[in-house]
């Protein structure tokens, strides 16, 4: 029979201490596509850091046969596996190399890239190959992707979506009891960082998420109100200065300094794709540039570099949120 399962189903099973193992075939409803699995795929391709480092906390590196787009290193805890799984690209690799590898499954952590106009490829081209695909429904869950460039958030991102993503790609590879596990911890970090959080009673804090920009003289791409650095600010009783729903809106720095943030929290990657992405280069515009350089974080030197990746809704959110409380702690902010 059938298994036709929803993600607020999956959280709801793998909640026992031993999660009953998949039954085959499993039917999802994936960003609008429903996908059939009549096994636990073989091998797959990773679009995305986050699918990524997301497969490897599920043990499942040995099912990984290449990846793409990436923005940082690797979390220190998966150097040895991802050193034995082919990268086929820094940044968006090309269809024929993803095929070459002969997946059984494309795993895709933005819609962009494999997607009615993804950047890669769309979810037909790989069918016609008998590649399943599957997107992170992190990237769908309350949002329209046909608006804005990086997509429109229509609901706030919550982590409650992260671990439902969690759940469901464990019920998909059969591997229910890591991914309780894995969820378990996620978890218990985010609720110690929320108890730190609230024994600070912090008013009046507000931040603005400098994630790069094409070219530094240009308007940078920083973070809206309902995307993960979204959530990490709501949990710490943050006030984000970006008003804009979009996952990424382009706003200008005078702009910005009008509204004066207390902190700014810019991201440090690998990736050399923009102008901006080199956190020293951040760094150095906030100093000489002669808007930028009057706002009260530059000047009182409240600028906190995080890597990109926690600005994502993947596992390393979590880490974010760590990271904001424990700087919030040093600026002696709290009250």
Known sequence: MRALCSLAALAAFTTAAHAEATTYPLTVQNCGVEVTFDAA???TVSLGQMATEI???LDLADKVSGTGIWFSDVLPEF???NARVERLADNDPSFESIVAKRPALVIAQYEGHVGPQGSIATREQFGDLGIQSYILPTDC???DNTRGADGTRLAPFSTDMLYETIDELAAIFDVQDKGAELVAS??????AAREKVAAMKIDDISAVFWFSSPELDLDPFVAGQKGAPGYIMDTLGVKNVIASDEEWPT????TIARANPTVIVAAEMTRRRFGADDIDKKRGFLASDPVASQMEAV??????AMVSD????????????EQLADALTSYGLAN
């Open 41 to 43: 795929p073989a091998s």
């Open 55 to 57: 497969l490897y906390a």
């Open 79 to 81: 150097t040895d596996v």
């Open 141 to 143: 869950i309350g949002k």
């Open 186 to 191: 996620l978890r218990a970090r985010e609720s």
């Open 251 to 254: 706003v200008g720095w005078e």
């Open 299 to 304: 000047k009182n030197g409240r600028i906190v």
């Open 310 to 321: 926690a600005m994502e809704p993947g596992i390393r959110v979590i880490g974010g949120i």
